[in-house]
């Protein structure tokens, strides 16, 4: 079991700039959950997939963040353009379904100058 | 490396009983902060208690409390006088302050029965 695979673990770019968070789920799960986390909001859901498919993005914040999940074994969060509001640690978490428990990954720290 | 091992995936209980949910970390580090969240199915996060490493008094937020036992590596969650709308999915983690690294627990689903 390797785990849910987050990449790029840090991330420092400058405001105005597209940022692509990557997550790659454990094998067979079939939910994927992306969640951000800051010291003032805590952590918050943005969006979450079942079978590949956007069930809610209520969570996500504005039309610059955007998801997809174009196989079952891949998925990505943009933000394009980024702002410094957008610092913080990303996390992926999946599961086998979306209310069995989750595995969460190293979390993306990014950083928008 | 941090760990956070909720060992229970899922529990039922009456309504109006008292449940304790349970969480154990493993950390060479000695000021840590700890948290437990609630998902319920709406999915969004719902922060419901939190403790430093450094205050031996356990935290406390109306029918929550935790019973930290940090020599332990414990953090269990006791919910008192169960309430249908406790029924979610409880998280564990564990925050690292010098470097704000967070590491979460798988959760446990809790349901409340009527």
């Known amino acids: 079991d390797a785990g849910v695979i987050q990449s790029p673990r840090h991330e420092v770019t400058e405001m105005g700039q597209e940022v692509t968070l990557r997550c790659k789920p454990i094998s067979g799960h079939n939910s994927l959950f992306w969640y951000r986390q800051t010291m003032m909001r805590g952590l918050e859901l943005l969006i979450y997939?079942?079978?590949?498919?956007?069930?809610?993005d209520s969570g996500m914040p504005e039309d610059r963040f955007s998801a997809k999940m174009p196989n079952a074994s891949f998925s990505t969060l943009k933000i394009q353009p980024s702002e410094p509001r957008d610092s913080a640690v990303y996390f992926c978490?999946?599961?086998?379904?979306?209310?069995?428990?989750?595995?969460f990954g190293d979390g993306t720290r990014l950083s928008i100058l | 490396a941090q760990t956070v091992t909720q060992s229970q995936p899922e529990m039922s209980v009456q309504e109006a009983e008292t449940v304790t949910l349970s969480c154990t970390y493993d950390?060479?580090?000695?000021?840590?902060?700890l948290f437990w969240y609630k998902q319920p199915p709406s999915r969004q996060m719902i922060l419901v208690i939190r403790?430093?490493?450094?205050?031996?008094q356990n935290a406390t937020e109306n029918r929550f409390s935790v019973n930290f036992q940090k020599a332990a590596k414990s953090f269990s969650l006791k919910i008192s006088d169960s309430q249908l709308g406790d029924t979610a999915m409880y998280f564990c983690a564990f925050m690292r302050p010098r470097d704000d690294k967070i590491i979460f627990g798988k959760g446990t689903r809790l349901h409340i029965l009527p």
């Open positions: 950390t060479s580090e000695s000021n840590y902060y």
């Open positions: 997939f079942n079978n590949n498919v956007p069930i809610d």
């Open positions: 403790q430093e490493a450094y205050k031996q």
């Open positions: 978490a999946s599961s086998l379904t979306d209310d069995q428990p989750q595995h």
